[in-house]
């Protein structure tokens, strides 16, 4: 793979990230540097460098795997860029976000279209029984009376929404639907299927939580759209996850 116009805005919040983490650490090793210089004189500064040289090692592991092509050990890159992704680099961007103000969705936004390329880096395919596709419950019209969260087929059919469209796939490809109203429910039906790879539709907060939630699962996002505003009445691009389906079955 290669880094996408749509990886670089948290690419840049990681370059925001690491400035301040510079400054922060100059500041904090200036406080309490008498304490330490009566140790050594050089242990501040040592230890200051320390610092900076894991986190930016981080960085350049993050960066080359990202463009690390190398079909031999390609699972292992993938694999370690990813928990680095997930692990370190993500709540750096949230804390980042939220103390410059910088646009959350967006971050969130380019974080899962890096997370989806590392995915399909692999190039990893799986049988359609092995899918669950993964709902949210605003994908259902705010005034249907049918209980979808216990079963997608209990959907009337009445073609409103997308559930009767995304039920005909399901059926005709094999592969299991659920639709999850929060992420107690959404752990529980991964635990219940334990599908291989999962594709989720959902609003760029509650994919991102997705994904940290059960990784190290393979956890595909795509996120939703919303014509009438978040958790209401939204929709999903159903060519575009029979595209997402056809790239990772066997």
């Not at 840049?12 to 540097?33: G, M, P, Q, R, Y």
């Not at 050990?73 to 990813?82: G, M, Q, S």
């Not at 399909?120 to 979808?148: D, M």
């Amino acid at each position: 793979m290669s880094i996408k116009k749509e990886h670089v805005y948290f690419i840049k919040t990681i370059a925001i990230a690491s400035i301040a983490l510079i400054v922060l650490s100059s500041i904090l090793f200036w406080l309490i540097s008498g304490g330490l210089e009566k140790l050594n004189p050089d242990l501040p500064f040592l230890i200051f460098i320390l610092i900076i040289s894991i986190f930016f090692l981080f960085i350049a592991i993050f960066i080359i795997s990202l463009i690390y092509n190398d079909n031999k050990n390609k699972l292992f890159f993938v694999n370690f860029t990813r928990y680095v992704l997930i692990k370190i680099l993500y709540p750096a961007a949230v804390l980042i976000s939220s103390i410059f103000r910088i646009d959350r969705n967006k971050m969130q936004r380019s974080f899962i279209a890096i997370n989806n390329s590392l995915l399909f880096s692999i190039g990893k395919q799986v049988p359609h029984n092995r899918i669950l596709i993964l709902l949210p419950h605003c994908l259902q019209l705010h005034n249907c009376k049918a209980k979808i969260t216990e079963d997608v087929h209990h959907c009337l059919d009445c073609g409103k929404c997308n559930i009767k469209e995304l039920n005909v796939l399901g059926d005709k490809k094999g592969i299991d639907i659920a639709v999850a109203t929060g992420g107690t429910l959404a752990r529980r039906v991964l635990e219940e299927k334990r599908p291989k790879i999962v594709i989720a539709v959902a609003c760029e907060r509650d994919l991102s939580s997705g994904i940290l939630d059960a990784f190290p699962l393979p956890v595909y996002g795509l996120i939703n759209i919303r014509p009438n505003g978040p958790c209401r009445d939204t929709r999903v691009d159903v060519a575009a996850l029979n595209v997402l389906i056809e790239k990772i079955t066997a």
